[in-house]
Nanobody, 122 residues
C-alpha cells in the first residue's frame, strides 16, 4: 500500500488549507486513516484519525474545532481540512493507514505517506 499526501504550502495565520492523501489500492478504504505532523525539532505527533467508514473521528486537543478529517472511499482518499491556522501548526504532515486498529498511537499505523510541508506565517 502506498500513500501520497499533497496540498501543503505557505499560508498566513488565520488561513485555511486542505490536505489530501490518496491510497494506491482500494483496500485502503477498509483501513483506519490518520494524520500526524512533525514540527522542526520536535517529535511526530498525532493530529486526527478516521475509521474505515467515516463514522468515527478523533482529533488532538490542539486542533479540535479547527481541523476536520474526512474520507472519500470511492477515491481511496482521506482529507484534512485545516482552518484558523496558527504558526504553531507549521510542520510536515504525514498520512498513515492502520488495517487493524483505531486510535492515535503512532506505532499502530503500518503504512505512511511521504509527508507534505505546511508553513503558517504570522
Amino acid at each position: 500500500v502506498q500513500l501520497q499526501a499533497s496540498g501543503g504550502g505557505l499560508v498566513q495565520a488565520g488561513g485555511s488549507l486542505r490536505l489530501s492523501c490518496a491510497g494506491s489500492e482500494p483496500t485502503v478504504s477498509t483501513y483506519t486513516m490518520g494524520w500526524f505532523r512533525q514540527a522542526p525539532g520536535k517529535e511526530r505527533e498525532f493530529v486526527a484519525c478516521i475509521n474505515y467508514n467515516g463514522g468515527s473521528t478523533l482529533q488532538a486537543d490542539s486542533v479540535r474545532g479547527r481541523f476536520t478529517i474526512s474520507r472519500d472511499n470511492a477515491r481511496s482518499t482521506v482529507y484534512l481540512q485545516m482552518s484558523s491556522l496558527k504558526p504553531e501548526d507549521t510542520a510536515v504532515y504525514y498520512c498513515a493507514a492502520d488495517p487493524l486498529r483505531w486510535g492515535e498511537r503512532e506505532t499502530w499505523y503500518d503504512y505512511w505517506g511521504q509527508g507534505t510541508l505546511v508553513t503558517v506565517s504570522s
